[in-house]
């Protein structure tokens, strides 16, 4: 595993050559937020640098429900039972292995690994505005029906999930990287992808921490040419 540190954000990744795995700590006042809990092997590692760094962890928050970002969920809380779990509205259903549609959504198949056998409901269901600790709730739809991002309010720094790639190339979900096409391959609907890019691009984010690859400082650059690929493959005009 490895350990990376921007400021009050700590990224912790795993197998960052072959096929990177992220979550993320957030310090705050009274202990440590996790932002997504990996896969099932990822619990160690995450206990052990919540011990490292000295510090409980208070939140669990999970930007969507695919098995990737949800893996270690259940063990991490039996283990950390004071912890409260954070999660959409819209992807608590997900997390409950649910993958129908609501009414009015774009009737597309949910796609990507959609747990079953995960115990664990969110104590907190999360929409728009939210605040968990110093970070900002922001719908950003297309990877899943209720994908999250958040933005920490101190420093800018944009925790987006899978609403954009950064390994081989920076991309928006739903665009096909060679090398690494995984996160596109599990995208609900990329029209609704490319406009929630559009949305965490207008946040002026610091920083653009992602479930696969690496955080990159100053990303607005990055982020827009990933748009305008996203919107290129799919006949859009932006505006």
């Given at each position: 595993?490895?350990?990376?540190?921007?400021?009050?954000?700590?990224?912790?990744?795993?197998?960052p050559?072959?096929?990177?795995?992220?979550c993320?700590?957030?310090?705050?006042?009274d202990?440590l937020?996790?932002?997504?809990?990996?896969?099932g092997?990822?619990?160690?590692?995450i206990?052990?640098?919540?011990?490292?760094?000295?510090?409980?962890?208070t939140?669990?928050?999970?930007?969507?429900g695919?098995?990737?970002?949800v893996?270690?969920?259940?063990?991490?809380?039996r283990?950390l039972?004071?912890?409260?779990?954070?999660i959409?509205?819209?992807?608590?259903?997900l997390?409950?292995?649910?993958?129908?549609l609501?009414?009015?959504?774009?009737q597309m198949?949910?796609k990507?690994?959609?747990?079953k056998?995960?115990?664990?409901?969110?104590?907190v269901?999360?929409r728009?505005?939210?605040?968990i600790?110093?970070?900002t709730?922001l719908n950003?739809?297309?990877?899943?029906?209720?994908s999250m991002?958040?933005?920490d309010?101190?420093?800018?720094?944009l925790?987006?999930?899978d609403?954009y790639?950064?390994?081989r190339?920076t991309?928006?979900s739903g665009?096909?990287?060679?090398?690494?096409?995984?996160?596109?391959?599990?995208?609900?609907h990329?029209e609704?992808?490319?406009?929630?890019?559009?949305?965490l691009l207008?946040t002026?984010p610091?920083l653009?921490?992602?479930?696969h690859?690496d955080m990159?400082a100053?990303p607005a650059?990055?982020?827009?040419?990933?748009?305008a690929?996203?919107?290129r493959l799919?006949?859009?005009?932006?505006?």
């Amino acid at each position: 595993m490895r350990i990376r540190q921007y400021e009050h954000l700590y990224q912790l990744t795993w197998m960052p050559k072959l096929f990177p795995v992220n979550c993320y700590l957030v310090e705050e006042e009274d202990g440590l937020t996790l932002i997504d809990a990996g896969m099932g092997f990822c619990a160690k590692g995450i206990l052990r640098t919540a011990a490292e760094l000295g510090r409980p962890i208070t939140r669990i928050v999970l930007t969507h429900g695919h098995g990737d970002h949800v893996g270690a969920l259940d063990s991490l809380v039996r283990l950390l039972p004071e912890a409260k779990v954070y999660i959409s509205e819209r992807d608590a259903r997900l997390l409950a292995g649910d993958r129908s549609l609501l009414p009015g959504e774009v009737q597309m198949p949910v796609k990507g690994a959609v747990p079953k056998n995960v115990r664990t409901r969110a104590d907190v269901l999360l929409r728009e505005g939210d605040r968990i600790g110093a970070l900002t709730a922001l719908n950003s739809p297309g990877h899943t029906p209720g994908s999250m991002s958040f933005q920490d309010t101190r420093t800018g720094a944009l925790i987006a999930g899978d609403a954009y790639q950064t390994f081989r190339r920076t991309a928006v979900s739903g665009t096909i990287v060679p090398g690494f096409p995984f996160p596109a391959m599990a995208t609900w609907h990329k029209e609704s992808a490319l406009d929630s890019a559009l949305k965490l691009l207008k946040t002026k984010p610091t920083l653009l921490a992602v479930g696969h690859g690496d955080m990159i400082a100053e990303p607005a650059r990055a982020m827009e040419s990933a748009i305008a690929q996203a919107a290129r493959l799919l006949g859009k005009e932006l505006a």
